[in-house]
């Protein structure tokens, strides 16, 4: 228990040292007059008995502030007095306080912000119970890495992979709400088996979950809604539990509330959560599938995610094992041909989730912390400084018995205080970056939005914070306490050799700097290099002056496909009419916004490998869709009004398509026919269009067709509800997304329009990870320049002040003013060369991790490098030729006269 | 004074003060006579080093203190030894008995080589 009584002894000092103190007053006096007494008992006279009293007593006050001393809290004491004495010297030189304070804040507010979104993002547990245990099921086969499961694949890993405890389908799409409070609205919607929560671990807030009754075709018609759009739509009245709400124009019962924050695991990316959840309702029959485990050879539809939950103890590798001799028995028996390299995969759904923004996040903390690292050197070039021009009070300390260590201890304090202060601000800082992040971070982000400045990251921002301290203290706090008071109070802080060796060490600074900054400008320039090779793609379509938003037509209001047609028929009338938008039309899947999957073809005259399909890739579009997204027409025409319900089938396909599947042949004039339609619905192409990148600008582009909308009902005979208008404009389109909507609602009041979009931000979202990183790295590159700048200033200042004799001398003996301004500027590109040199070193060593977020440009591209060689250079010399020019105007008179 | 000399007198002195206080509660002044008499004026040091010793024992736990009536009815503070004081005094002093021993073998031995 001895620790007991020191925090006790401790804590009475620093919380009431009066009572304390006059208690070891009195205990001292009552000593010293005992012993005056017993000096006069023994004979002397009063006077001399007091005085040997307090002799052998030995200093009255050495013993109290030994006593002092050893009460426990003597440090924490003397920390506070080195706190007030560090405030008093920063208070006293408030603009070399304020720009190092700033200079750290910024470091620390960068790191802090930084780190935040890194804490979201990809250190908060996805909100499932035990998410380690969760992982996502995948197909994959030629031309498809990552694509849905089907229902009979379904069955088979239930059955047979062990390391599956449970596994469940689901899909999104949205709904209609009707009825109630409030505009009719379309929200995104979830279809889940009855064990999707379950298998996440996610207990509903309020209600239950959905029942095998439930998911089955034909079953009651229940919802489960979001926490968001019960609070929204249903002003978050429990009573809702066992009411119905209209569904599509369908009186649906809600059966359950789940907690805020839930989402599906592929709820995180740009097309926004799900906000609210029906029964999938299929079974085996529904889907053409063969019931239980066996696989049907054909009528496979690919259309489900899937999420399992492992067994205890299994992980991911173990099921992706079973689910590849599952998969390997199925060739075996013919059912998967070999030639369509069939797989199936699981993957954690941490890493389903944060997979595609995690390296640009990482290399973004990197990045940050590069600028911290530049700040903390910057400032302690500023303490270096500092340093010198205190060298002569340091120096009196010294000579008047400060010991180094508390010398050290006071310097130390001082960048303690300092960064205190930065810290502060960086908190403040942070407070804006978060806020910033909050509403500006793109959505195809996973999580980036939902940072918070929670404890931990502000315990964060404290250890970055005493991190600051010591690497912006430990060098300049060195050097000071190296000091020699004699030799600096003689020779009256003229010491040439000490000044020499501060100053190599303020060099060394500013080139750690530089080198510091290339490698974030070089980061910098890779990404602004890789984004722009990015827009640079062709992507098949114009995306200026091009308004999007969805709308769909439900079963209710429009029973069949012919309405559905008259319906954007008349649509594209109105819209076309609104003055400023030039064409207007429809389709299926947005590019680089829906992806779009393939639908297997019959192409006269074309035989496919053996066990081999004909697949394109299928698009639905409405007359005047061509026009107002810009595809490029090859060859032959557009669909257009001709092409109606009754009319003789047509198409028009990509370059793609006519080069593999009509090779050597006029595609025009070419049939095809779309499998499942009627036997004898062979269309015709029409049109050959330029290839259009839809599903990524990076990906390889495979055949497209292109059906429309009227006669897709026709064959293969589905009617399409939900599509995207595309509407060119000859103005900024964002203004005309009111008249647009205006359109709608006239032809038809109940249907919601959502997802409300220009398509240059459609664009914009599908590369915005490595725009993300591109624009961090940009801000923190210009960061680092600047503070880069400010050392070199500072150092090209201080040697031109500190041969300022010289140059007197020089000028006296006929220097031009140039010629001492080369001699200033030649000073700090020494600095510049040598961090340029390393800066590039280290730059080829770091950029290689950069790897995975380029798109052309090697992590070593030549181009980069000499550029930002080339800008830092520049930014060097400029930076010099402030002091450089009061170098050139040294006035020798006035140097000659001094000297 | 280098800094192991004062680590030993202060060690001795922590033992004396804690074998006096074993003894029966004093105040500081009757330590410092008790030290004297006992050590027969050999550990003559300036009195007032015997607070900063005390006030280190208080911290550690060895001593406690009371404010009482002295013996000539002034208030003054008594210090007093606690179990914890009484098991240091026990090790200070066999520590003590090991390596005074030592000492006095080492210096019976070079006497007889000498």
Not at chain 1, 814 to 830: F, I, K, N, Q, T
Request: proline fraction near 6%; glycine fraction near 10%.
């Amino acid at each position: 228990m001895a620790w007991y009584h020191e925090v006790r002894s401790a804590w009475r000092d620093l919380v009431r040292p009066r009572p304390l103190e006059r208690e070891l007053d009195e205990e001292l006096r009552f000593h010293l007059e005992m012993e005056t007494q017993q000096n006069l008992n023994a004979g002397m006279v009063e006077s001399e008995a007091r005085r040997r009293a307090v002799r052998d007593f030995g200093g009255v006050e050495r013993v109290k502030e030994e006593v002092r001393d050893e009460r426990g809290a003597r440090w924490l004491h003397d920390l506070g007095q080195d706190v007030r004495f560090a405030a008093r010297s920063l208070r006293r030189r408030p603009g070399f306080t304020a720009i190092a304070a700033l200079t750290l804040g910024l470091g620390i507010g960068a790191t802090t912000t930084l780190f935040g979104v890194v804490k979201t993002a990809l250190l908060t547990p996805l909100p499932y119970g035990h998410p380690e245990g969760v992982a996502v099921v995948w197909s994959a086969w030629k031309g498809f890495d990552q694509t849905w499961v089907s229902y009979d694949e379904w069955e088979g890993y239930d059955a047979y992979v062990g390391a599956f405890a449970d596994i469940g389908l689901f899909s999104d799409g949205a709904v209609n709400l009707t009825g109630g409070v409030g505009e009719p609205e379309r929200v995104r919607a979830g279809f889940v088996g009855e064990n999707v929560f379950r298998i996440l671990q996610v207990a509903p807030l309020l209600g239950r979950g959905f029942t095998p009754q439930e998911d089955r075709p034909g079953g009651p018609a229940v919802i489960v809604l979001g926490h968001g759009l019960w609070q929204r739509r249903y002003g978050g009245d429990p009573a809702i539990i066992g009411r119905a709400i209209q569904v599509g124009g369908r009186a649906t019962t809600v059966v359950g509330v789940m907690p805020p924050g839930f989402r599906l695991p592929t709820d995180f990316d740009a097309d926004g959560p799900t906000a609210a959840w029906l029964p999938l309702a299929q079974d085996a029959a529904s889907q053409g599938a063969v019931p239980g485990p066996e696989y049907s050879a054909d009528g496979m539809s690919h259309g489900f995610y899937s999420v399992a939950r492992l067994a205890p103890g299994a992980t991911t590798e173990v099921a992706n094992a079973q689910l590849r001799a599952l998969v390997a028995r199925l060739g075996d028996e013919g059912i998967y041909p070999a030639e369509m390299q069939f797989r199936a995969f699981a993957v954690p759904v941490e890493q389903q989730v944060t997979g595609r923004v995690r390296p640009a996040l990482l290399v973004a903390l990197a990045g940050v912390g590069f600028v911290l690292l530049i700040s903390c050197t910057n400032v302690a070039g500023l303490l270096l400084v500092r340093g010198e021009q205190r060298r002569r009070e340091l120096a009196v300390r010294v000579a008047l018995g400060a010991g180094s260590r508390r010398l050290a201890r006071l310097l130390l304090t001082e960048s303690l205080v300092l960064a205190t202060l930065g810290g502060a601000l960086g908190v403040g800082l942070a407070v804006l970056g978060v806020w910033l992040v909050r509403n500006t971070a793109p959505p195809a982000l996973p999580r980036v939005a939902d940072t918070t400045l929670d404890p931990v990251v502000l315990l964060f921002a404290l250890a970055v914070t005493v991190c600051a301290a010591l690497l912006s203290g430990v060098l300049p706090t060195l050097q000071a306490t190296r000091l020699a008071p004699a030799a600096e109070l003689k020779e009256g802080g003229r010491t040439a050799t000490a000044g020499r060796e501060r100053l190599r060490w303020r060099q060394a600074l500013v080139a750690a700097e530089v080198a510091l900054a290339v490698v974030l400008v070089v980061g910098a320039g890779l990404m602004i290099r890789s984004v722009s090779n990015l827009f640079a793609i062709d992507a098949g379509f114009r995306a200026e002056h091009v308004l999007t938003m969805r709308l769909s037509t439900p079963a209710t209001w429009y029973p069949d496909s012919a309405r559905v047609a008259r319906f954007y028929d008349e649509l594209q009338r109105r819209v076309t009419a609104i003055p400023g938008v030039t064409h207007a039309g429809a389709a299926y899947l947005l590019p680089l916004a829906t992806e779009m999957g393939d639908w297997g073809l019959q192409v006269e005259g074309y035989t496919p490998p053996p066990h081999q399909g004909t697949p394109g890739d299928w698009q639905v579009v409405t007359p005047g869709y061509f026009e107002a997204m810009g595809l490029r027409l090859a060859a032959g025409r557009f669909i257009d009004e001709r092409d109606h319900m009754e009319a003789p089938l047509v198409l028009v396909i990509n370059r793609r398509f006519a080069k593999e599947y009509l090779a050597g042949r006029e595609p025009l004039g070419a049939r095809v026919r779309i499998n499942g339609g009627p036997p004898d619905a062979w269309a015709t192409v029409v049109g050959v269009v330029d290839d259009v990148r839809h599903n990524a600008l990076t990906d390889e582009v495979k055949p497209q067709f292109y059906a429309p909308l009227a006669q897709f009902a026709v064959s293969p005979g589905n009617t399409l509800r939900s599509m995207t208008l595309v509407v060119h404009t000859a103005t900024d389109p964002e203004a005309l997304v009111r008249p647009v909507r205006a359109a709608i609602r006239d032809l038809d009041a109940r249907l919601p329009v959502s997802e409300v979009r220009t398509m240059e931000q459609v664009v914009g979202q599908s590369i915005a990870e490595p725009r993300f990183a591109m624009e961090l790295l940009g801000l923190f590159g210009v960061l680092a320049l600047t503070l880069s700048a400010i050392g070199i200033f500072g150092i090209v200042s201080q040697v031109v002040a500190s041969r300022y004799h010289e140059f007197g001398i020089r000028a006296a003996l006929g220097a031009a003013p140039r010629d001492l301004m080369l001699l200033s500027v030649r000073a700090g590109l020494l600095q510049t060369g040598a961090g340029l040199a390393i800066g590039v070193v280290l730059a080829l060593l770091l950029t290689r991790a950069m790897r995975g977020l380029l798109h052309g440009v090697a992590p070593t591209d030549p181009v980069t490098f000499a550029a930002v060689v080339l800008v830092t250079a520049l930014v060097a010399v400029l930076a010099s030729v402030g002091p450089a020019r009061r170098a050139g105007r040294t006035n020798p008179v006035a140097v000659l006269h001094e000297g | 004074m280098t800094e192991t000399r004062s680590d030993l007198l202060q060690g001795t002195l922590e033992m004396l003060v804690l074998k006096a206080l074993s003894l029966e509660p004093m105040h500081g002044w009757g330590l410092s006579v008790r030290l004297r008499q006992l050590s027969g004026e050999v550990f003559d040091v300036n009195q007032g080093s015997l607070y900063p010793a005390l006030q280190r024992m208080l911290r550690r736990g060895w001593v406690r203190s009371t404010w009482q009536a002295s013996e000539n009815n002034r208030r003054a503070r008594y210090y007093e030894i606690t179990r914890e004081g009484r098991r240091q005094l026990e090790a200070q002093v066999a520590e003590w008995e090991r390596s005074s021993g030592a000492v006095n073998r080492v210096l019976r031995f070079a006497f007889q080589g000498g």
